[in-house]
């Protein structure tokens, strides 16, 4: 059974990879652009996506994600960012993950962004709506707290990262 890998190089290996998908989200923007852009017939206006509109690039962006962390934590495949900071993704066993698993893991990651959305829904009224942020280190802070100190994403997906020299 392979090693843990320590808080710091999961951190290190979760900011690297907001960066990585990031730039991978601008590019899938940019592709949409022409499906999504109004035509520019008309008198000037301020550019305004349509709510039809946002929700499509919204699903798409997502449904890319889903994609690129389901195909790249599945089968002892790694990200870009895995294998720089030297970072498998196993399940508890110690065996590769499988697809299930993996878009298990990535929905669960998504919970600190889902329960920020709300949180920041039910908290704007009363001017208190920057206090929403906090719930986007859930996944992260559940690592100081939990037993054997992994994410929740981690928890919930029965899954661990693992330091891979």
């Known amino acids: ?94 065996l590769p993950v499988g697809a299930e698993r993996a878009l298990l893991r990535f929905v669960a990651c998504l919970s600190g962004f889902v329960l920020s959305i709300a949180a920041f829904a039910w908290l704007e009224p009363s001017g208190h709506g920057r206090w929403a942020a906090a719930a986007l280190g859930l996944n992260y802070v559940w690592a100081l707290v939990d037993a054997e100190g992994r994410f929740l994403q981690d928890r919930v997906a029965g899954t661990r990262l693992v330091f891979s020299p």
Not at 18 to 32: M, N, P
Not at 58 to 73: E, M, Q, S
Request: with cysteine; charged share 15%; proline share 5%.
């Open 1 to 94: 059974m392979r090693n843990a890998a320590g808080f710091g190089r999961r951190i290190g290996g979760s900011l690297y990879e907001s960066v990585v998908v990031a730039a991978l989200l601008i590019a899938v923007g940019f592709a949409l652009l022409p499906v999504v852009t109004p035509s520019a017939s008309g008198p000037p206006r301020l550019y305004a996506l349509s709510p039809v509109t946002r929700l499509f690039t919204g699903a798409v962006l997502l449904a890319v994600c889903a994609a690129y962390f389901g195909w790249l934590w599945s089968e002892g495949r790694r990200t870009l960012a895995m294998k720089t900071w030297r970072l498998a993704l196993v399940r508890t066993d110690g």
